[in-house]
């Protein structure tokens, strides 16, 4: 079954998880925001994530508002946003699903709004009536069929759920869905970036995972240096274990793709080749290599392979033994498989990754302890702190 992701639009989203739930056995999955300014901020942001956006009928604008004080001035800011982003070439289909009367069984202005849109025939569906979800479901992969960006992610599914939070991220997938629309183009090489950015997402994946070391991403992530460790190579005085090391193909997938894709001098040969044949054969090729890494990795990892399988030169006793911090788990995220430490000294809250959720299967108030890290964020190049392991 293909999955729709939908941004909902409800101050009542919270209490609303039976919705949810339904949601889901359809194929849709909701992300529930209870203010026009915070989902609208989200959906600037993301906008590609997203294949349909579900409307209340009223809402909080922002997130100053409390109680009753919901009004039709929230429904307006965000159906205005997705004109604009229509008018941009962004398309994303939106629908009404409101339990108040004045949308949904009375006329109303803004509704005529989405009539002209002609999602769903300007249908309101009525959070009171359980076939009216069914429906609404329904209406969401009628609207979403025919638009590329969807298309795409549904054909490479298997690539794209391995670009969330809990694999190689979620920037992973916004570079990808942009080379795949763009597939046509004879000047594909104006990709190599973005592909090179990937592979550094992939690869901090790995440290993540505690399959590469923390001085092959930090301060800076070393490509090609990465590739011929995890191949089986001695590199930065860190050597693989032969059990632990890239099956041949990927190796060679992630050797070919380097050598493609390095910028400038090291280049220059293959945008001779590129300006002589005026072909985009060679770039498709890379692309496709690059996708069956993706699908790898996340077999990979699922199979839980042994960390820190390596051997490293002159270690010496002066190593220093992390310490543990004790604390709890707190804003666990249901959806999206991330939480948040919050130590027990007062300290500031330390992110926890969905991998690590899963893994110790992590819940809210759990109490733990952890050891952190600081990281380079790849597309920011901020300094950021995150839990590295785990004890329960």
């Not at 202005?109 to 076939?131: H, P």
């Not at 069929?145 to 920037?171: L, P, Q």
């Not at 060679?282 to 960390?307: M, N, R, T, Y």
Request: hydrophobic residues 40%; charged residues 25%.
């Amino acid at each position: 079954m293909n999955k729709y992701k939908v941004l909902w639009f409800d101050d009542e989203h919270a209490t609303l998880e039976i919705i949810k739930d339904d949601a889901l056995q359809y194929g849709i999955e909701l992300f529930g925001y209870e203010n026009a300014r915070d989902g609208i901020e989200e959906l600037v942001k993301n906008y590609w994530f997203y294949d349909a956006v579900i409307l209340d009928g009223l809402f909080f604008k922002d997130s100053n508002q409390k109680g009753d004080t919901v009004d039709n001035k929230a429904f307006g800011l965000v159906a205005n946003k997705l004109r604009e982003l229509k008018a941009q070439g962004n398309i994303i289909p939106w629908f009404i699903f409101s339990g108040q009367p004045s949308f949904v069984k009375e006329k109303n202005d803004l509704v005529e709004v989405l009539s002209e849109e002609q999602f769903a025939n300007g249908k309101v569906f009525d959070k009171n009536i359980d076939e009216d979800l069914e429906e609404l479901c329904k209406e969401i992969k009628n609207a979403c069929a025919n638009i590329d960006s969807v298309k795409i992610k549904h054909h490479y599914h298997d690539v794209f759920e391995v670009c969330t939070r809990k694999y190689i991220g979620e920037y992973a997938a916004k570079d990808l869905l942009d080379i795949l629309s763009d597939f046509k183009n004879i000047n594909l090489g104006k990709y190599f970036t973005s592909i090179r950015k990937i592979i550094e997402d992939l690869f901090l994946a790995f440290n993540k995972f505690e399959l590469l070391p923390k001085e092959f991403v930090s301060p800076n992530i070393a490509l090609n240096e990465s590739s011929k460790f995890l191949s089986g190579k001695t590199e930065k005085g860190f050597t693989l274990n032969k059990n632990s090391q890239l099956p041949q193909v990927i190796s060679d997938n992630l050797r070919n793709i380097l050598s493609v894709t390095q910028p400038a001098s090291h280049r220059s040969h293959i945008d001779d080749h590129l300006n002589l044949v005026n072909t985009n054969y060679l770039i498709k090729s890379i692309v496709f290599q690059l996708l069956d890494v993706i699908v790898w990795f996340k077999k990979h990892v699922d199979f839980e392979p042994g960390a820190e399988n390596w051997n490293r030169e002159n270690i010496t006793s002066n190593d220093s033994i992390s310490n543990i911090i004790p604390g709890i788990v707190i804003n666990y995220n249901i959806y999206k498989g991330f939480a948040f430490f919050k130590p027990n000294n007062g300290g500031e809250n330390i992110f926890i990754p969905p991998h690590l959720v899963e893994l110790h299967s992590l819940k809210e108030g759990m109490p733990i302890g952890i050891e952190s890290e600081e990281y380079t964020d790849n597309r920011t190049q901020e300094i950021k702190v995150r839990a590295k392991k785990i004890k329960i």
